[in-house]
Protein backbone atom coordinates (compact mmCIF):
# COMPACT_ATOMS: atom_id res chain seq x y z
CA UNK A 1 0.00 0.00 0.00
CA UNK A 2 0.87 3.93 -0.67
CA UNK A 3 1.23 6.08 2.10
CA UNK A 4 -1.75 7.95 0.21
CA UNK A 5 -3.73 4.68 1.86
CA UNK A 6 -3.04 5.66 5.31
CA UNK A 7 -3.30 9.75 5.14
CA UNK A 8 -6.55 10.55 5.78
CA UNK A 9 -7.78 13.02 9.27
CA UNK A 10 -9.97 10.61 11.54
CA UNK A 11 -13.42 11.80 11.17
CA UNK A 12 -14.62 14.11 13.44
CA UNK A 13 -16.46 12.79 16.83
CA UNK A 14 -14.74 9.85 16.93
CA UNK A 15 -12.58 9.93 20.11
CA UNK A 16 -14.90 10.55 23.41
CA UNK A 17 -13.53 12.64 25.89
CA UNK A 18 -11.29 11.13 28.52
CA UNK A 19 -13.27 10.96 31.55
CA UNK A 20 -10.31 9.84 33.81
CA UNK A 21 -8.32 12.75 32.24
CA UNK A 22 -11.09 15.55 33.00
CA UNK A 23 -11.76 13.88 36.53
CA UNK A 24 -7.91 14.33 37.35
CA UNK A 25 -8.42 18.40 36.80
CA UNK A 26 -11.12 18.42 38.97
CA UNK A 27 -9.46 17.10 41.58
CA UNK A 28 -6.16 19.38 41.11
CA UNK A 29 -8.54 21.88 41.56
CA UNK A 30 -8.01 22.87 38.19
CA UNK A 31 -10.86 24.94 36.23
CA UNK A 32 -11.53 23.34 32.44
CA UNK A 33 -11.38 26.63 30.40
CA UNK A 34 -14.33 27.30 27.77
CA UNK A 35 -12.72 28.47 24.63
CA UNK A 36 -14.14 31.14 22.83
CA UNK A 37 -13.70 32.13 19.06
CA UNK A 38 -14.95 34.90 17.06
CA UNK A 39 -14.20 34.65 13.19
CA UNK A 40 -15.20 36.59 9.88
CA UNK A 41 -17.25 34.81 7.78
CA UNK A 42 -19.98 36.35 4.97
CA UNK A 43 -18.77 39.90 5.75
CA UNK A 44 -19.72 39.55 9.29
CA UNK A 45 -18.34 38.42 12.49
CA UNK A 46 -19.24 35.32 14.33
CA UNK A 47 -18.79 34.24 18.02
CA UNK A 48 -18.53 30.68 19.09
CA UNK A 49 -18.16 28.47 22.12
CA UNK A 50 -16.87 25.52 23.23
CA UNK A 51 -18.50 24.14 26.23
CA UNK A 52 -15.95 21.99 28.43
CA UNK A 53 -16.44 18.40 27.48
CA UNK A 54 -15.87 18.93 23.78
CA UNK A 55 -12.00 18.93 23.88
CA UNK A 56 -11.11 19.35 20.09
CA UNK A 57 -12.49 21.58 17.08
CA UNK A 58 -11.23 21.34 13.35
CA UNK A 59 -11.13 24.50 10.97
CA UNK A 60 -10.67 23.91 7.13
CA UNK A 61 -12.02 23.63 4.00
CA UNK A 62 -14.44 20.09 4.41
CA UNK A 63 -17.60 20.69 6.02
CA UNK A 64 -17.85 16.97 6.92
CA UNK A 65 -14.41 16.67 8.47
CA UNK A 66 -14.51 20.23 10.69
CA UNK A 67 -17.02 22.08 12.94
CA UNK A 68 -15.51 25.75 11.08
CA UNK A 69 -15.44 25.67 7.45
CA UNK A 70 -13.38 28.52 6.10
CA UNK A 71 -13.61 30.78 3.02
CA UNK A 72 -11.74 30.44 0.37
CA UNK A 73 -10.05 27.72 -1.58
CA UNK A 74 -6.72 27.80 -0.18
CA UNK A 75 -7.31 25.88 2.73
CA UNK A 76 -6.32 21.59 3.09
CA UNK A 77 -9.45 19.91 4.08
CA UNK A 78 -8.34 20.26 7.69
CA UNK A 79 -6.03 23.27 8.45
CA UNK A 80 -6.12 23.88 11.86
CA UNK A 81 -6.58 21.61 14.84
CA UNK A 82 -7.73 23.03 18.36
CA UNK A 83 -7.54 20.75 21.24
CA UNK A 84 -7.07 21.01 24.93
CA UNK A 85 -4.07 19.91 26.76
CA UNK A 86 -5.06 20.46 30.31
CA UNK A 87 -6.29 24.14 30.92
CA UNK A 88 -4.69 24.95 27.87
CA UNK A 89 -5.79 25.13 24.17
CA UNK A 90 -3.37 24.01 21.48
CA UNK A 91 -3.95 25.37 18.12
CA UNK A 92 -2.09 23.54 15.52
CA UNK A 93 -1.69 24.17 11.82
CA UNK A 94 -2.27 20.36 10.23
CA UNK A 95 -2.75 20.81 6.93
CA UNK A 96 0.38 20.73 4.76
CA UNK A 97 -0.08 24.54 3.33
CA UNK A 98 1.90 27.07 5.47
CA UNK A 99 -1.32 29.15 5.19
CA UNK A 100 -1.20 30.24 9.40
CA UNK A 101 -0.59 32.84 11.03
CA UNK A 102 -0.48 34.01 14.79
CA UNK A 103 -0.21 37.43 15.23
CA UNK A 104 0.08 38.40 11.91
CA UNK A 105 3.97 36.23 11.35
CA UNK A 106 3.59 33.06 10.00
CA UNK A 107 3.66 30.31 12.70
CA UNK A 108 2.40 26.68 12.92
CA UNK A 109 1.04 26.91 16.58
CA UNK A 110 -0.23 28.95 19.33
CA UNK A 111 -1.33 28.02 23.12
CA UNK A 112 -4.27 29.91 24.55
CA UNK A 113 -3.82 29.50 28.57
CA UNK A 114 -6.03 30.30 30.82
CA UNK A 115 -7.57 34.24 30.83
CA UNK A 116 -5.30 34.50 27.28
CA UNK A 117 -6.36 34.93 23.66
CA UNK A 118 -4.55 34.22 20.43
CA UNK A 119 -4.95 36.17 17.19
CA UNK A 120 -4.77 33.48 13.85
CA UNK A 121 -5.75 33.94 10.65
CA UNK A 122 -5.67 30.93 8.59
CA UNK A 123 -6.02 31.53 4.64
CA UNK A 124 -7.81 34.50 4.40
CA UNK A 125 -9.82 34.01 7.51
CA UNK A 126 -9.23 35.96 10.50
CA UNK A 127 -10.40 34.47 13.98
CA UNK A 128 -9.78 35.62 17.55
CA UNK A 129 -9.87 33.11 20.18
CA UNK A 130 -9.79 33.01 23.71
CA UNK A 131 -9.91 31.52 26.94
CA UNK A 132 -11.04 34.48 29.10
CA UNK A 133 -14.03 34.08 31.59
CA UNK A 134 -15.25 37.86 31.81
CA UNK A 135 -15.28 39.28 28.18
CA UNK A 136 -16.65 42.41 29.46
CA UNK A 137 -12.91 43.18 29.91
CA UNK A 138 -9.50 42.60 27.88
CA UNK A 139 -7.17 40.02 30.24
CA UNK A 140 -5.48 43.22 31.88
CA UNK A 141 -5.85 47.08 31.32
CA UNK A 142 -3.34 49.26 29.48
CA UNK A 143 -1.30 52.00 31.71
CA UNK A 144 -1.89 55.30 31.05
CA UNK A 145 0.97 57.43 29.91
CA UNK A 146 4.36 57.55 27.43
CA UNK A 147 6.20 54.49 26.73
CA UNK A 148 8.97 54.11 29.24
CA UNK A 149 11.39 51.20 28.75
CA UNK A 150 10.64 48.22 26.17
CA UNK A 151 7.25 49.74 25.44
CA UNK A 152 5.12 51.42 23.08
CA UNK A 153 2.11 53.05 23.42
CA UNK A 154 -1.19 54.48 21.16
CA UNK A 155 -2.76 58.28 21.35
CA UNK A 156 -6.38 58.52 20.58
CA UNK A 157 -8.63 60.93 21.72
CA UNK A 158 -6.20 62.57 23.90
CA UNK A 159 -5.19 59.63 26.08
CA UNK A 160 -1.85 57.97 25.74
CA UNK A 161 -2.25 54.34 26.28
CA UNK A 162 1.27 52.21 27.21
CA UNK A 163 1.90 48.31 26.60
CA UNK A 164 4.91 46.55 27.46
CA UNK A 165 6.75 45.19 23.79
CA UNK A 166 5.59 41.80 23.98
CA UNK A 167 2.42 42.29 24.45
CA UNK A 168 -0.04 42.27 21.51
CA UNK A 169 -2.34 44.72 20.67
CA UNK A 170 -5.97 44.63 19.66
CA UNK A 171 -7.63 47.11 18.21
CA UNK A 172 -11.99 46.95 17.52
CA UNK A 173 -15.11 47.43 19.10
CA UNK A 174 -15.38 44.40 20.96
CA UNK A 175 -14.64 44.29 25.27
CA UNK A 176 -12.14 42.15 24.75
CA UNK A 177 -10.03 44.63 22.52
CA UNK A 178 -7.24 46.80 24.01
CA UNK A 179 -8.27 50.04 22.65
CA UNK A 180 -12.01 51.01 21.71
CA UNK A 181 -12.77 52.01 18.11
CA UNK A 182 -15.62 51.51 16.81
CA UNK A 183 -16.83 49.79 13.51
CA UNK A 184 -16.61 46.25 13.87
CA UNK A 185 -15.83 43.65 16.94
CA UNK A 186 -12.02 43.02 15.35
CA UNK A 187 -10.20 45.74 13.27
CA UNK A 188 -6.47 45.56 13.01
CA UNK A 189 -3.72 44.02 15.60
CA UNK A 190 -0.30 44.92 16.44
CA UNK A 191 1.84 42.72 17.77
CA UNK A 192 6.18 42.20 18.32
CA UNK A 193 8.58 40.01 16.55
CA UNK A 194 11.74 40.51 18.54
CA UNK A 195 12.15 44.13 19.33
CA UNK A 196 10.70 45.45 16.17
CA UNK A 197 6.64 45.89 16.00
CA UNK A 198 4.36 45.43 13.28
CA UNK A 199 0.53 45.94 12.06
CA UNK A 200 -2.17 43.57 10.70
CA UNK A 201 -5.56 44.43 9.25
CA UNK A 202 -8.18 41.52 10.24
CA UNK A 203 -11.15 44.12 8.58
CA UNK A 204 -12.10 43.12 5.49
CA UNK A 205 -14.35 45.88 4.91
CA UNK A 206 -13.32 48.03 2.64
CA UNK A 207 -14.84 51.15 4.62
CA UNK A 208 -12.47 50.29 7.27
CA UNK A 209 -9.85 52.06 5.08
CA UNK A 210 -6.89 50.30 7.42
CA UNK A 211 -3.46 52.65 6.54
CA UNK A 212 -0.25 53.06 8.69
CA UNK A 213 1.37 56.94 7.05
CA UNK A 214 -1.02 56.78 4.24
CA UNK A 215 0.00 53.23 3.01
CA UNK A 216 -2.85 51.16 2.69
CA UNK A 217 -2.41 48.19 5.12
CA UNK A 218 -2.51 45.20 3.25
CA UNK A 219 -0.98 42.67 4.90
CA UNK A 220 1.51 42.37 8.05
CA UNK A 221 3.80 46.01 8.20
CA UNK A 222 6.28 47.60 10.12
CA UNK A 223 5.59 50.57 12.44
CA UNK A 224 7.67 53.25 13.38
CA UNK A 225 7.79 55.53 16.00
CA UNK A 226 5.54 58.55 14.85
CA UNK A 227 3.49 56.46 12.52
CA UNK A 228 0.04 57.25 12.35
CA UNK A 229 -2.74 54.60 12.04
CA UNK A 230 -5.80 55.51 10.74
CA UNK A 231 -8.86 53.05 10.87
CA UNK A 232 -13.02 54.05 10.22
CA UNK A 233 -11.68 57.27 10.51
CA UNK A 234 -9.85 57.56 13.54
CA UNK A 235 -6.55 58.04 13.93
CA UNK A 236 -4.06 56.76 16.60
CA UNK A 237 -0.41 57.79 16.82
CA UNK A 238 1.96 55.31 17.33
CA UNK A 239 5.64 56.01 19.72
CA UNK A 240 8.07 53.34 21.60
CA UNK A 241 10.58 53.95 24.27
CA UNK A 242 13.86 55.07 23.90
CA UNK A 243 15.39 51.80 23.80
CA UNK A 244 13.21 51.08 20.53
CA UNK A 245 14.49 52.93 18.25
CA UNK A 246 14.47 52.03 14.47
CA UNK A 247 13.78 53.66 11.36
CA UNK A 248 10.83 52.93 9.27
CA UNK A 249 12.69 51.33 6.51
CA UNK A 250 12.72 48.20 7.86
CA UNK A 251 10.93 45.74 5.25
CA UNK A 252 11.35 42.75 6.47
CA UNK A 253 8.07 40.34 8.04
CA UNK A 254 9.69 37.81 9.95
CA UNK A 255 8.73 33.82 9.42
CA UNK A 256 7.81 31.89 11.86
CA UNK A 257 6.59 28.37 10.21
CA UNK A 258 9.97 26.47 10.04
CA UNK A 259 9.14 24.77 13.24
CA UNK A 260 9.74 20.74 13.88
CA UNK A 261 7.90 18.00 14.51
CA UNK A 262 7.74 16.67 18.24
CA UNK A 263 5.79 13.98 20.18
CA UNK A 264 4.07 15.67 23.45
CA UNK A 265 3.87 13.12 26.35
CA UNK A 266 0.40 13.99 28.01
CA UNK A 267 0.28 12.97 31.91
CA UNK A 268 -2.99 11.97 33.14
CA UNK A 269 -3.26 14.84 35.39
CA UNK A 270 -4.00 17.32 32.43
CA UNK A 271 -0.06 18.59 32.41
CA UNK A 272 1.75 18.25 29.16
CA UNK A 273 4.53 16.00 30.02
CA UNK A 274 8.09 15.11 28.39
CA UNK A 275 8.73 16.11 25.02
CA UNK A 276 10.63 14.31 22.14
CA UNK A 277 11.57 16.02 19.34
CA UNK A 278 11.30 14.25 16.26
CA UNK A 279 14.03 13.39 13.48
CA UNK A 280 14.33 14.77 10.00
CA UNK A 281 11.62 14.14 7.38
CA UNK A 282 12.73 9.81 5.78
CA UNK A 283 13.94 8.93 9.20
CA UNK A 284 12.19 7.18 12.18
CA UNK A 285 11.89 6.11 14.81
CA UNK A 286 10.37 3.30 17.81
CA UNK A 287 8.74 4.18 20.79
CA UNK A 288 8.05 1.75 23.51
CA UNK A 289 9.13 0.53 26.99
CA UNK A 290 12.82 -0.66 26.20
CA UNK A 291 15.54 1.81 26.27
CA UNK A 292 17.69 -0.76 24.19
CA UNK A 293 15.42 -0.80 21.44
CA UNK A 294 13.44 2.20 21.35
CA UNK A 295 14.75 6.35 20.52
CA UNK A 296 11.69 7.05 22.98
CA UNK A 297 11.88 5.17 25.73
CA UNK A 298 8.86 5.46 28.82
CA UNK A 299 9.82 3.15 31.55
CA UNK A 300 7.07 4.01 33.87
CA UNK A 301 3.89 2.16 32.21
CA UNK A 302 3.78 -1.36 32.65
CA UNK A 303 1.35 -1.78 29.92
CA UNK A 304 3.29 -0.34 27.06
CA UNK A 305 5.09 -3.35 24.97
CA UNK A 306 9.28 -3.32 24.84
CA UNK A 307 8.81 -2.18 21.36
CA UNK A 308 5.20 -0.44 20.87
CA UNK A 309 4.95 1.26 18.09
CA UNK A 310 7.47 3.02 15.11
CA UNK A 311 7.09 6.48 13.74
CA UNK A 312 8.26 7.26 10.15
CA UNK A 313 8.58 11.22 9.49
CA UNK A 314 7.15 12.86 6.60
CA UNK A 315 6.57 16.32 5.50
CA UNK A 316 4.61 17.97 8.05
CA UNK A 317 3.46 14.56 9.21
CA UNK A 318 4.40 10.84 10.28
CA UNK A 319 3.26 7.34 9.51
CA UNK A 320 2.41 5.69 13.37
CA UNK A 321 2.92 1.17 12.85
CA UNK A 322 1.84 -0.71 15.51
CA UNK A 323 4.28 -3.31 16.15
CA UNK A 324 2.05 -5.92 17.05
CA UNK A 325 1.77 -4.94 20.88
CA UNK A 326 -0.51 -6.76 23.19
CA UNK A 327 -2.09 -3.54 24.10
CA UNK A 328 -2.44 -2.00 20.78
CA UNK A 329 -2.04 1.48 19.58
CA UNK A 330 -4.87 4.24 18.58
CA UNK A 331 -5.10 7.57 16.42
CA UNK A 332 -7.74 9.86 18.01
CA UNK A 333 -9.41 7.06 19.45
CA UNK A 334 -9.51 4.88 16.72
CA UNK A 335 -7.56 1.32 17.05
CA UNK A 336 -4.85 1.34 14.46
CA UNK A 337 -2.01 -1.05 12.62
CA UNK A 338 -0.68 1.77 10.41
CA UNK A 339 -2.55 5.14 10.37
CA UNK A 340 -0.79 8.78 9.48
CA UNK A 341 -0.44 11.05 12.16
CA UNK A 342 -1.11 14.63 11.64
CA UNK A 343 -0.17 17.51 13.76
CA UNK A 344 -2.94 17.89 16.37
CA UNK A 345 -3.77 14.11 16.79
CA UNK A 346 -3.59 12.29 19.71
CA UNK A 347 -2.25 9.04 20.13
CA UNK A 348 -2.35 6.45 22.38
CA UNK A 349 0.64 3.68 23.00
CA UNK A 350 -1.97 1.09 25.95
CA UNK A 351 -1.91 3.95 28.52
CA UNK A 352 0.43 6.56 26.84
CA UNK A 353 -0.29 9.39 25.37
CA UNK A 354 1.00 11.59 22.85
CA UNK A 355 0.38 15.20 21.17
CA UNK A 356 1.82 15.29 17.76
CA UNK A 357 2.55 18.80 17.48
CA UNK A 358 5.50 21.48 16.65
CA UNK A 359 8.83 22.86 18.42
CA UNK A 360 8.75 26.66 19.56
Request: net charge negative.
Amino acid sequence: MQLADYVSHTMVGIEETDLTYENSLAEAGKTIPTLIYFYHHNGEWLQRELPPEIAEMRIGASSEKCEVTIEGSDADPVQLVARRIGTTWYLIESGKKDITKVDGFKKRQANVPPEQRAIVTVGDTPFVFTTMSDLRHPPEEPELGPPIENEYSLTIGGEEYKFPLERTCLIGSSNICDICVEGEPFIAVISHFGRRLFVQALSKNAAANISRDGLLVTENIPLAPGSVLKLYGVELLFKVSKDLRFSQDFKFVPDSSMACLKLLELNLDGSPGESYALPPEGRSLFIGRDASQCEIAITTSRKLSRKHAQIIIYDKMGLLIDMDAKNGTFVNGEKIKKKALHPGDVARLADVRFLLCYTG
